[in-house]
């Protein structure tokens, strides 16, 4: 049941950006927790991330989507269709760009598919750490020049400055609404979700550039163990595109397979508040991101969004 108090805001409001400006780190940091993975590599998520923010005047309902870029395959597609169907769905919208990067190609690409969007647009300029205040006059100019954002915001989401103040911008657009997750929800992803994205992080932290996107992580079983209820046996199987791949996850000896699963486990022990046992495979499933079968089964369903 929704909880309804006279005077409260709540609303949805969609991260959205190119791949690789710090859309996860900004969420990460909202919410207090790790529950968006991170990485170097582009377009690291797939699926849209709901976190939840919640204090006594207002609930916000922050949804991070894939980095939108021109799509190369159907998992491509896949993910443009989910940050897409977001636009129309939310109170707000942040549009994140690297202050540390001019404005390009990619930047334009998404403010093209921002025309005639009812709802107020943020310009939040992340990566102000790594410029000269000085240069953000001109930065933040470059883009108001592009579009007509209904506030421009700088921050850093890796040191956290200026975000209480963009929480406090956003707010302030926020209709009179319901609660509607309790008040220590953080997210609404199932833990399997969380747990499978933890893994893939770590995959994709430690393999070479050819594999990023090629991998997926599929949860088998999770479970407490029989003989130690304190525990909680994980299994999972890395997905893969190519035999050359699989060598490459699993490493010399099983070396690299074994530093990926000691490195998200203890993540998933953080989450979960337990000792984990962590088992991990890796399997060939040729051409999967191009084939609707299988990504399905993978877990991007766009029937969701």
């Known amino acids: ?134 240069n953000l006059p001109k930065i933040v100019e470059s883009y108001r020049n592009e579009f007509d954002f209904a506030e ?45 994205e933890l893994i893939r992080e770590k995959a994709l932290h430690l393999t070479r550039e050819e594999i990023p996107h090629s991998i997926a992580v599929v949860i088998d079983k999770i479970a407490k163990d029989e003989e130690n209820e304190n525990m909680i046996r994980v299994q999972a199987t890395i997905m893969v595109e190519r035999d050359s791949q699989k060598g490459i996850v699993i490493g010399k000896k099983g070396a690299l397979l074994k530093e990926i699963g000691t490195r998200a486990r203890k993540d998933i022990e953080n989450l979960l508040g337990t000792k984990v046992y962590l088992e991990l495979w890796v399997k060939v499933q040729k051409d999967w991101r191009n084939k609707a079968m299988h990504l399905r089964d993978f877990g991007f369903r766009d029937d969701e969004y």
């Open 1 to 134: 049941m929704l909880q309804e108090n006279k005077g409260y805001k709540s609303g949805f409001i969609s991260i959205i950006g190119r791949p690789n400006v710090g859309k996860s780190t900004f969420l990460n940091r909202v919410v207090g927790q790790k529950i968006a993975i991170m990485s170097d590599k582009p377009q690291t998520t797939r699926n849209k991330v709901q976190g939840v923010v919640t204090n006594e005047n207002s609930q916000m309902v922050f949804i991070d989507t894939p980095g939108i870029n021109e799509p190369k395959h159907k998992l491509g597609d896949f993910m443009l269709k989910v940050a897409k169907n977001t636009f129309r769905e939310v109170d707000v919208l942040l549009f994140v760009v690297s202050a540390a990067d001019r404005i390009g190609k990619q930047d334009r690409y998404v403010l093209d598919m921002l025309k005639g969007i009812d709802v107020p647009v943020f310009l939040v300029l992340n990566k102000i750490d790594q410029v000269h205040p000085d």
């Open 152 to 196: 421009a915001i700088p921050i850093s989401a890796l040191q956290g400055n200026n975000v209480e103040n963009l929480l406090a911008k956003i707010e302030e657009r926020l209709p009179e609404g319901p609660q509607y997750y309790p008040s220590d929800q953080v997210t609404d992803h199932p833990e399997r979700f969380i747990i499978s």
